[in-house]
């Protein structure tokens, strides 16, 4: 299995940025998705954003045009950078990893978790 550490989680006024990095390593030979969940205080776990091995990305709506999945070439690293951040991204963000060609973007379909970091936004 992949195993993912991330970070880059901490705390910033709305309207401002945080860039979050995630590395894999283990059966890291893929093919493989990686992306990011978030869970809220009282909410569901919940998909942000994901990127194919093939580096096609998919967000969930309330955060495109805001928030930008890269993967380089490399592939077992993933960023999530975060712009114009809003109170309601607070959450603590999760890395994801799953053994596809495309996407991972359902909590069942997730094959391997990071240990997760949490994103504050403030007013």
């Known amino acids: 299995q992949v195993q993912l550490v991330e970070s880059g989680g901490g705390l910033v006024q709305a309207g401002g940025s945080l860039r979050l990095s995630c590395a894999a390593s283990?059966?890291?030979?893929?093919?493989?998705?990686m992306g990011w969940f978030r869970q809220a205080p009282g909410k569901e776990r919940e998909f942000v954003g994901s990127i194919s091995w093939t580096g096609v990305v998919s967000y969930r709506d309330s955060v495109k045009g805001r928030f930008i999945i890269s993967r380089p070439n490399a592939k077992n690293t993933v960023y999530l950078q975060m712009n114009n951040l809003k109170l309601e991204d607070t959450a603590v963000y999760f890395c994801?990893?799953?053994?596809?060609?495309?996407?991972?973007?359902?909590?069942?379909?997730?094959?391997?978790w990071g240990q997760g970091t949490q994103v504050t936004v403030s007013s």
């Open positions: 283990g059966r890291t030979f893929g093919p493989y998705a």
């Open positions: 994801v990893a799953a053994e596809t060609t495309g996407q991972v973007q359902r909590l069942d379909n997730v094959g391997s």
